[in-house]
């Protein structure tokens, strides 16, 4: 934790985050199909999801920029279960993400839904299979049918509103000036966080992908936004595969599954109960820090 103060960390922290603010973008094009797509293999198949069950294998990724970044991760997320990735900043868990669209692909080891190599499958098919919800919601120019639409351009507007309507959006979007015609973006209405955040996750919702990524925001709503926020991801989550950057203790401790990650490796895994037991174990220690009242 001290090394935080570190002014020279702090500054390569910065442009870590300036970096991932543009990947955050790119990954959301690249997830609305939207993104040019990278050639695929020759004889390459579409994907076949049953169970949605992602596993990674001896997976080990660097960047271009040199650094060694995930060590041989060996993970499961079940079918229609969370699982959540904890640990501290710069472990690797964006990375881990980042990797399930092939937004970049593993320097070794392989990442397999439902038995299938997803570096063998065709890039369209495995993205019409996952929806993303960042960290920071983007909206593009446009109005708010249109950016919830961005999630699935096919989709009609009874799905439209639909997706709205679970993702607890649909009332604040009506009291809006043109209710969902009303323009967002640079130009138009100013929303909220929350509401910015409902409408992102609307957006994934519409696109009824059976696999969501989802890096929860740290950054604090006030109460009602956050409530209204939580049972939009609820829906999200809800009947899905769910692999999520948790930043929440109430999503960690909800996860069927918590991956527990340091250094680019995978240190712990279990349930809440099981690894809050391990005293000396990095999640206890971690879970401590958090604790509003240790006194420290
Ligand atoms: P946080 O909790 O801060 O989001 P994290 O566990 O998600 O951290 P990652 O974002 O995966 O960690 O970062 C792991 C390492 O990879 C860090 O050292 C970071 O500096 C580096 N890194 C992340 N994104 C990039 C990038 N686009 N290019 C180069 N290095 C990167």
């Given at each position: 934790?001290?090394?935080?103060?570190?002014?020279?960390?702090?500054?390569?922290?910065?442009?870590?985050?300036?970096?991932?603010?543009?990947?955050?973008?790119?990954?959301?094009?690249?997830?609305?199909?939207?993104?040019?797509?990278?050639?695929?293999?020759?004889?390459?198949?579409?994907?076949v999801?049953?169970?949605?069950?992602?596993?990674?294998?001896?997976?080990?990724?660097?960047?271009?920029?040199?650094?060694?970044?995930?060590?041989?991760?060996?993970?499961?997320?079940?079918?229609?279960?969370?699982?959540?990735?904890?640990?501290?900043?710069?472990?690797?868990?964006?990375?881990?993400?980042?990797?399930?669209?092939?937004f970049?692909?593993?320097?070794?080891?392989?990442?397999?839904?439902?038995g299938?190599?997803?570096?063998?499958?065709?890039?369209?098919?495995?993205?019409?299979?996952?929806?993303?919800?960042?960290?920071?919601?983007?909206?593009?120019?446009?109005?708010?049918?249109?950016?919830?639409?961005?999630?699935?351009?096919?989709?009609?507007?009874?799905?439209?509103?639909?997706?709205?309507?679970?993702?607890?959006?649909?009332?604040?979007?009506?009291?809006?000036?043109?209710?969902?015609?009303?323009?967002?973006?640079e130009?138009?209405?100013t929303?909220?966080?929350?509401?910015?955040?409902?409408?992102?996750?609307?957006?994934?919702?519409?696109?009824?992908?059976?696999?969501?990524?989802?890096?929860?925001?740290?950054?604090?709503?006030?109460?009602?936004?956050?409530?209204?926020?939580?049972?939009?991801?609820?829906s999200?989550?809800?009947?899905?595969?769910?692999?999520?950057?948790?930043?929440?203790?109430?999503?960690?401790?909800?996860?069927?599954?918590?991956?527990?990650?340091?250094?680019g490796?995978?240190?712990?895994?279990?349930?809440?109960?099981?690894?809050?037991?391990?005293?000396?174990?990095?999640y206890?220690r971690?879970?401590?820090?958090?604790?509003?009242?240790?006194?420290?």
């Amino acid at each position: 934790l001290l090394l935080a103060y570190d002014p020279a960390r702090r500054l390569a922290r910065l442009q870590v985050q300036m970096e991932r603010a543009v990947v955050n973008a790119r990954m959301i094009y690249a997830l609305l199909d939207q993104a040019p797509l990278q050639r695929d293999k020759p004889g390459a198949k579409d994907l076949v999801v049953t169970e949605a069950r992602i596993e990674l294998r001896g997976v080990s990724f660097s960047y271009a920029s040199g650094d060694t970044i995930l060590r041989g991760v060996d993970l499961v997320a079940a079918g229609g279960k969370t699982t959540a990735l904890v640990g501290p900043s710069g472990a690797g868990k964006s990375t881990i993400i980042s990797l399930i669209p092939r937004f970049y692909d593993p320097s070794e080891g392989s990442i397999l839904i439902d038995g299938q190599d997803i570096s063998e499958v065709t890039k369209a098919s495995l993205r019409r299979h996952l929806a993303y919800v960042s960290q920071q919601p983007y909206l593009f120019e446009g109005t708010i049918r249109d950016n919830i639409r961005y999630g699935r351009p096919e989709a009609t507007d009874t799905e439209v509103e639909e997706a709205a309507r679970l993702a607890h959006a649909h009332d604040f979007i009506l009291a809006q000036p043109f209710g969902y015609e009303t323009p967002v973006g640079e130009n138009g209405v100013t929303l909220s966080g929350g509401q910015r955040q409902r409408l992102s996750i609307a957006r994934a919702l519409v696109r009824k992908a059976p696999i969501l990524l989802l890096d929860e925001a740290t950054s604090a709503l006030d109460n009602e936004s956050e409530a209204a926020v939580q049972k939009a991801l609820e829906s999200a989550m809800s009947g899905r595969t769910v692999l999520v950057i948790a930043h929440r203790l109430s999503t960690v401790v909800n996860a069927d599954k918590i991956i527990v990650m340091h250094e680019g490796r995978v240190v712990e895994e279990g349930t809440h109960e099981t690894l809050a037991q391990h005293q000396d174990g990095l999640y206890a220690r971690l879970n401590n820090l958090q604790a509003p009242d240790t006194g420290a």
